[in-house]
């Protein structure tokens, strides 16, 4: 769950608290994904090892919280992103289009007399991650390709070392990327309703309790199983063009689901075993889940036509025969 880190505009001075999902919810997005892998992806992310893994390594962007004020305050507002109903940061800049840096988004908040640590910078989280791990993959590749043709005993014990460090790296990343992308199919993570509607004008009466934990955590745990989750998963589809515009696609649609959420809280639908809350936290897991695996897939094909290493060598290069080892191993 998210501490407010404003009182309507004004930042609270103490270290904020941003979870979203409790650590069943994120299990669900990460396994979930990974098992409705396609088998284009490598047989090591496939099995029922990192399956579980990828479900554990989901939940660290919150279990490191707490390490420090600085680690904390660094990180905290990476979780979330604050729109209102007009799709503006905090009433002021509009979240569209999104900067193509996080220091142009930053010019773009303190313009305004805000920054991200106030308005949030969640698609810059979502966006890393995919970057890093189509990265990750591209590393994959190559040490593979290359380990298959080495001839030298000791270059090829150090290229299959560091095929299994990549393996672990993949996990880590993935990890990372499935808490990110789980945040941004939580509706409170993307509004600054973000835990009841809070010192807005309240027309229609909606709840101002906390209620972003309770829903996340206790109710998800209590009522959402995993099964019926990944029977709501949507077809494979993944990201086509640039990852930025996915993301902020992918961020505004869960925007949407603001309104509907304070509508069925009104309603009664969060109250235990309400088959209508049920309903609408699977829906909304199985959107987290549908997205990571499909960033997973872009992030695996665009790794192909990447570059590895130093000097930088193409992975298409390394594919077709080339020896990349001193690029991989590094000359410096």
Do not use: C
Not at 79 to 94: R, V
Not at 183 to 207: C, I, M, R, S
Not at 299 to 312: D, E, F, I, K, L
């Amino acid at each position: 769950m998210k501490a407010p880190l404003i009182a309507a505009l004004v930042v609270a001075l103490a270290p904020a608290q941003a979870l979203a999902w409790g650590s069943m919810g994120h299990r669900i997005v990460g396994e979930s994904a990974m098992q409705a892998l396609p088998e284009e992806i490598p047989a090591f992310l496939r099995n029922p090892a990192a399956v579980r893994d990828v479900g554990e390594l989901s939940r660290e962007q919150d279990r490191s919280k707490g390490a420090g004020r600085i680690h904390d305050h660094n990180r905290d507002a990476g979780h979330f992103l604050d729109l209102d109903e007009d799709g503006k940061l905090l009433g002021g800049p509009s979240f569209l289009p999104l900067p193509s840096t996080r220091a142009d988004y930053e010019k773009g908040l303190q313009a305004a007399g805000l920054d991200s640590w106030k308005a949030g910078y969640l698609p810059y989280s979502i966006i890393d991650q995919h970057q890093q791990l189509t990265k990750d993959f591209a590393y994959w590749r190559a040490v593979k390709a290359a380990a298959a043709r080495e001839k030298n005993p000791q270059r090829l014990a150090w290229l299959k070392r560091d095929q299994v460090r990549r393996e672990a790296q993949i996990l880590q990343t993935i990890g990372a990327l499935s808490h990110f992308v789980g945040d941004g199919a939580q509706p409170l993570h993307v509004t600054v309703h973000y835990n009841g509607w809070g010192e807005f004008p309240n027309p229609k009466g909606y709840t101002t309790a906390r209620v972003h934990g309770p829903f996340e955590s206790e109710f998800v745990f209590n009522n959402i199983k995993p099964a019926a989750v990944r029977a709501k998963m949507s077809p494979l589809k993944p990201t086509e063009g640039a990852i930025e515009k996915r993301t902020v696609e992918y961020l505004s649609s869960t925007a949407t689901e603001v309104i509907p959420f304070y509508e069925l809280e009104k309603a009664g639908g969060l109250t235990p075993g309400d088959a209508r809350g049920v309903a609408f936290a699977t829906q909304q897991l199985a959107i987290g889940a549908s997205e990571l695996r499909d960033m997973i897939v872009s992030a695996w094909r665009g790794s192909a036509n990447a570059t590895v290493g130093w000097p930088v060598v193409r992975v298409q290069d390394v594919l077709a025969g080339k020896d990349p080892y001193d690029n991989l191993y590094g000359k410096d």
